[in-house]
């Protein structure tokens, strides 16, 4: 048994049996950002099977050194030509460069992982949470014309750990209904979020007041109900994702499912609280029961001993934490929860290496 | 006209008249916490019709001195002969105290204004947001015999400004149902609160791990789920007091409203994130336009200049903030909002202020 293959991990037990792993040549778009820097370090953790890893960034960047498996791999800058033999290219900068250099690498013959929401909702991109749509990816992969490359999705960190969660709902229950609102981390913003909160913060202590830049308005100490661009309908760009790449991921263009997206002073994991409406009858007890079950998902409910989903207890986890799991009478079958996921690991990082980890199944048995 | 009498406030104009008001002896217990010194402050800046200013507190806290009006007041030390002459007592402190004290007040013939949970659901006992409710003070105090004391109660800080935007769409509209999500500050948690978030915030750049004490778990870039006790079916108690207390005070026992109430790591001002399912079509237009006509409010909604309530802008203000109007389509007549209101003003100091307004004018009128 390849000693990559974990059978903790969900991805691997989905595809449900052991076998030989070819190793890839691998490529990180945006190696020294938040998520690119994450990437590396999950391939790392989980023992991806990498024959030749290249780290790619802009011109500003390129030079820099990361370490991986022991070496310190130099930075390239990416150019249209960096695709040369790389089997799988995890693209981890803004849609931007996705949109001007995936395709590149998939004429270059590459499976292009984008975390980026530049092709999520395309017809034919397959948008992928492994947990919940692997089979989405395995047809793609082998209704491709030979070594064809292919472009797959990373949804969105605040989409993952809702379709994780409604999944198993969905099927064993049923989902009439769903609102969420979030509050979102600001390492959702990247290495830059991350550190306008830093040091806005430390700036208060000092009366120093820092302008914001990343954010729309200080972040240190306030709530803002405002994630990516504002649409026409008064929705933000971030809940319009959560709703639709929810419906593609989950298969249902019918399920009623609202959001409101909120960033708050927190440097990492997105919460969500999520007011569930059930076709069927389901008493929190059940929810709890179905979840437990569920890959990828972790029941931390016990309220008698202050025991729910926490941004200081999820941090640096893999799994969707799941809590404060009560029955809502204002509708038959209604239930409150609250979620917590790390947007950098389960909402983009990890998310991205277990499709990777799929592909290099996929493409080892073709 | 005396000059307390302020024209733009909701509870004076809601009166509708102007008249000569006495002067009453006034008491403020626990004038040293958050709320306490918030309450001084907001009885001087609305000119209140001040005769004599008596605070209390704790033995601890007696012999502080604090200004009001130009003069320092020497803080006494509570007793159950405090109230002797007092006309209005604002309750300030915790729930044990109104609990063990209010009685005392009650039977020396003042009205008190309690910022506590202590009565708010005891029947007979008026829980009172001036501009939702005043009707039902007035008959509270018009159906006394003699000059009899009374408690009043004022709602809990998450309360107040949910009923405010909730109370004008009910009559408009109809309301089939409601889900809120919140957003509530350290301040809530009083003094105590805004210092273990400031201190612990600190204590994070110099890697001084400082142990939670008023709070379950780590506030410094931390969400928590979990604001009061827990209760056996899972909701917390300040949840269950947002759903109780709003269909106490906007009368409507079968009201559905549901609630998930979150501590988020900000000094101060509540938000909440409200789904709201109306019984008739009312477009976002219509909403702004009931909401914008409604006492108490302030519609705040301009996203294409990133204008929405927010905590930095709400601090120091008397009013409810609304923004983020948008329709619903997951049901026939649905919006999302975003509320932000000052929890230390709107949401205790003012609204019991208000309220001690209210009986000035009605005891002026006997």
Redesign the interface.
Same mark, same amino acid.
């Given at each position: 048994m390849p000693d990559f293959v974990n059978l903790d991990c969900p991805s691997c037990s989905l595809l449900g049996k052991v076998m030989s792993i070819k190793p890839l040549n691998v490529a990180v778009v945006g190696a020294t950002g938040a998520v690119g820097r994450e990437t590396i370090e999950v391939l790392e953790e989980r023992k991806f099977p990498v024959a030749n890893l290249k780290l790619l960034a802009s011109s500003r960047s390129a030079g820099e050194e990361i370490s991986f498996n022991g070496k310190d791999i130099v930075v390239d800058e990416l150019t249209e030509h960096s695709f040369d033999k790389v089997d799988v290219a995890l693209f981890c900068a803004g849609s931007g460069i996705s949109k001007k250099f995936a395709s590149h690498a998939v004429d270059a013959g590459a499976i292009v992982i984008d975390k980026t929401s530049a092709f999520r909702m395309d017809e034919g991109v397959p948008l992928i949470v492994p947990e919940v749509n692997a089979d989405v990816l395995n047809e793609a992969l082998e209704s491709r014309e030979g070594s064809q490359g292919l472009i797959v999705s990373n949804p969105n960190c605040s989409t993952i750990p809702l379709t994780v969660v409604l999944k198993p709902l969905m099927e064993k229950v049923g989902i009439k209904? $769903?609102?969420v609102?979030t !509050?979102q981390s600001v390492s959702g913003a990247g290495k830059e979020g991350m550190s306008e909160?830093w040091e806005q913060?430390?700036g208060l !202590?000092s009366q120093q007041e820092i302008e914001p830049k990343v954010f729309?308005?200080?972040i240190a +100490?306030?709530?803002?109900?405002?994630i990516d661009d +504002?649409l026409d309908?008064?929705?933000t760009k971030e809940e319009v994702k959560l709703i639709e790449e929810s419906k593609k991921i989950l298969r249902d263009q019918g399920l009623?499912?609202?959001a409101?997206a $909120?960033r708050?002073?927190?440097?990492s994991c997105h919460?969500e609280?999520v007011?569930i409406e059930f076709s069927d009858a389901c008493s929190?007890d059940q929810v709890r029961e179905v979840l437990q079950e569920s890959p990828g998902i972790v029941v931390s409910d016990e309220?008698?001993d202050?025991t729910?989903?926490?941004?200081?207890t999820t941090i640096g986890t893999d799994d969707t934490f799941v809590?404060?799991?009560?029955?809502?009478?204002? $509708?038959p079958h209604?239930i409150?929860l609250?979620l917590v996921s790390d947007n950098l690991r389960k909402g983009a990082a990890l998310n991205g290496v277990q499709i990777a980890e799929l592909v290099a199944k996929n493409l080892s048995v073709q």
């Amino acid at each position: 048994m390849p000693d990559f293959v974990n059978l903790d991990c969900p991805s691997c037990s989905l595809l449900g049996k052991v076998m030989s792993i070819k190793p890839l040549n691998v490529a990180v778009v945006g190696a020294t950002g938040a998520v690119g820097r994450e990437t590396i370090e999950v391939l790392e953790e989980r023992k991806f099977p990498v024959a030749n890893l290249k780290l790619l960034a802009s011109s500003r960047s390129a030079g820099e050194e990361i370490s991986f498996n022991g070496k310190d791999i130099v930075v390239d800058e990416l150019t249209e030509h960096s695709f040369d033999k790389v089997d799988v290219a995890l693209f981890c900068a803004g849609s931007g460069i996705s949109k001007k250099f995936a395709s590149h690498a998939v004429d270059a013959g590459a499976i292009v992982i984008d975390k980026t929401s530049a092709f999520r909702m395309d017809e034919g991109v397959p948008l992928i949470v492994p947990e919940v749509n692997a089979d989405v990816l395995n047809e793609a992969l082998e209704s491709r014309e030979g070594s064809q490359g292919l472009i797959v999705s990373n949804p969105n960190c605040s989409t993952i750990p809702l379709t994780v969660v409604l999944k198993p709902l969905m099927e064993k229950v049923g989902i009439k209904r $769903v609102v969420v609102s979030t !509050y979102q981390s600001v390492s959702g913003a990247g290495k830059e979020g991350m550190s306008e909160l830093w040091e806005q913060t430390k700036g208060l !202590y000092s009366q120093q007041e820092i302008e914001p830049k990343v954010f729309q308005h200080r972040i240190a +100490f306030n709530c803002i109900p405002h994630i990516d661009d +504002f649409l026409d309908s008064g929705y933000t760009k971030e809940e319009v994702k959560l709703i639709e790449e929810s419906k593609k991921i989950l298969r249902d263009q019918g399920l009623n499912l609202t959001a409101t997206a $909120v960033r708050v002073p927190v440097m990492s994991c997105h919460s969500e609280s999520v007011n569930i409406e059930f076709s069927d009858a389901c008493s929190p007890d059940q929810v709890r029961e179905v979840l437990q079950e569920s890959p990828g998902i972790v029941v931390s409910d016990e309220p008698k001993d202050n025991t729910y989903p926490l941004n200081s207890t999820t941090i640096g986890t893999d799994d969707t934490f799941v809590g404060r799991i009560r029955g809502d009478e204002t $509708v038959p079958h209604g239930i409150n929860l609250w979620l917590v996921s790390d947007n950098l690991r389960k909402g983009a990082a990890l998310n991205g290496v277990q499709i990777a980890e799929l592909v290099a199944k996929n493409l080892s048995v073709q």
